[in-house]
C-alpha cells in the first residue's frame, strides 16, 4: 500500500486531482484541522478545489517517511505555496496516516500546527487568532463554504 501513497502525494506535486481521487476509496473520510471531517465525494473535490487553485503559481510538494502495510499507513509532508486570500507564503508540515480498504485509501487524517499555518497564511491576525477553537471553527466554515461553492461548478 506504499505506492497507493507515493501514487497520491506525487499526483499531489504535479497538481493531478484526478490520480489523487483515483487513490481514495469511495467511503473515504478524510481529517484535517482546516476543512474538519470530509467523507466521500466531499474529500475527493477538496483535492480538486486545491488543485485547481494552485494550477500555475508557485506550489511544491515534498513527501517523506512514507511507510505502510495492508491495513494502516503514514507519511510526512510539506507543503509549498502561496495562501491565494493574502498571497502570504506558506510552508506547511503535515504528518498524515491513512487506513486502507480494498487496495484504496479509506481514512486519510492530517495533522499540522493550525497556529503555525495561520501565522503564515494571515500574519497578525493568524498569530493572534489562530490557536483559538473560535479560529477553528470559522475556518472550517469558511473552507467548507468554498468548498460547496466549487462543487457548485463542477
Avoid at 9 to 24: I, P, Q, R
Avoid at 87 to 107: M, P
Avoid at 112 to 132: D, E, K, P, V
Wanted: hydrophobic share 35%.
Amino acid at each position: 500500500m506504499k505506492s497507493v501513497i507515493e501514487k497520491f502525494y506525487e499526483a499531489f506535486n504535479n497538481l493531478d486531482a484526478e490520480t489523487m481521487a483515483s487513490c481514495y476509496h469511495d467511503e473515504i473520510i478524510f481529517e484535517d484541522p482546516a476543512f474538519g471531517i470530509l467523507k466521500g465525494d466531499k474529500a475527493k473535490n477538496m483535492w480538486r478545489m486545491l488543485c485547481h487553485s494552485q494550477k500555475g503559481k508557485d506550489f511544491r510538494v515534498e513527501a517523506s517517511g512514507i511507510e505502510a502495510d495492508d491495513s494502516k499507513g503514514k507519511a510526512h509532508w510539506e507543503a509549498h505555496y502561496n495562501f491565494s486570500r493574502t498571497g502570504r507564503r506558506v510552508h506547511n508540515i503535515i504528518d498524515a496516516t491513512f487506513e486502507f480498504k480494498d487496495g484504496k485509501i479509506i481514512k486519510h487524517t492530517d495533522r499540522f500546527n493550525l497556529h503555525r499555518w495561520s501565522r503564515q497564511a494571515l500574519g497578525f491576525t493568524g498569530a493572534l487568532m489562530g490557536w483559538t477553537g473560535f479560529f477553528r471553527k470559522k475556518l472550517n466554515a469558511q473552507t467548507n463554504k468554498l468548498l460547496s461553492d466549487f462543487e457548485q461548478k463542477l
